[in-house]
């Protein structure tokens, strides 16, 4: 799984697979960590559902999480701002 820290933030590749039967992560996939999505991959919902599913499991704000590339796309990377160590921990349960 590809995460790295920089300036205050985590810089972490996801890999998603949209329409699933539940939302939840999968474990390492390569350098990213798989997440399987309920959600359609269809008008942004996938990347919503993204965002809100980390946003309760890391229990930080929603807006403490950017898409920086892969709006369009099942590689994804995101900056994650506002984590305590132990909220990192959870990911990779």
Not at 61 to 84: A, D, E, H, P, Y
């Amino acid at each position: 799984m590809k995460e790295k820290k920089e300036k205050g933030s985590l810089i972490l590749s996801v890999y998603i697979v949209p329409r699933s039967s539940k939302t939840e992560i999968v474990g390492p996939y390569g350098d990213a960590l798989k997440i399987k999505l309920n959600a359609p991959p269809v008008d942004g919902k996938a990347n919503e559902e993204l965002v809100y599913f980390l946003s309760k499991k890391l229990k930080i704000s929603k807006s403490n999480i950017k898409m920086i590339s892969g709006f369009n796309q099942k590689r994804k990377v995101l900056s994650i701002t506002g984590l305590q160590i132990s909220n990192i921990q959870v990911l990779l349960k």
